[in-house]
């Protein structure tokens, strides 16, 4: 669960998921301030098969345990608020 | 996309997802400032069964198009801003 390790590996989700995990292409979400263990399960998830995207399904199959855990460390580490849309 | 109504709508997405898109459950993202395009597509992807949870698949069910759009302009309206981690 290595944050800096997670900034580095993250290099290359930043063209849809931003430098700061908020998400530049609309079919990415943000990842900014996910949890690590729904990142974690997410990428996981992937890897395994049960949830399916074009590209994350290939990215992730080059991910070790190690990999993924270092990520979730690195987006859920960045702090995130909110703003109500004002009525 | 009717923000106001899908902010109504989105009152029994908080216990997992927050009041404000920040998810309270560790296993639940955070859904503020995500894209309509990509809320959109999730909760339809939860509701064909291209992808599983066991709450979500159960939710997504009782939603019809016009929800679903309505819950994704709700949480895309919301800002959000990322503040990364000091080194």
């Known amino acids: 669960q290595d944050i800096?390790?997670?900034r580095e590996k993250a290099a290359s989700c930043v063209p849809c998921h931003g430098l700061d995990g908020i998400a530049k292409a609309p079919d990415a979400p943000n990842l900014a301030g996910d949890s690590s263990f729904y990142v974690d399960a997410q990428l996981?998830?992937?890897?395994?098969g049960q949830r399916?995207?074009?590209?994350?399904?290939l990215i992730a199959q080059s991910l070790s345990d190690e990999d993924i855990a270092d990520l979730a460390?690195?987006?859920?580490?960045?702090?995130?608020?909110?703003?109500?849309?004002?009525?």
Do not use: C, E, N, V
């Open 73 to 87: 460390a690195w987006y859920s580490a960045i702090k995130i608020s909110a703003k109500l849309p004002q009525d």
């Open 52 to 57: 399916q995207h074009p590209q994350m399904t």
């Open 44 to 48: 996981k998830a992937f890897r395994g």
């Open 4 to 6: 800096r390790a997670g």
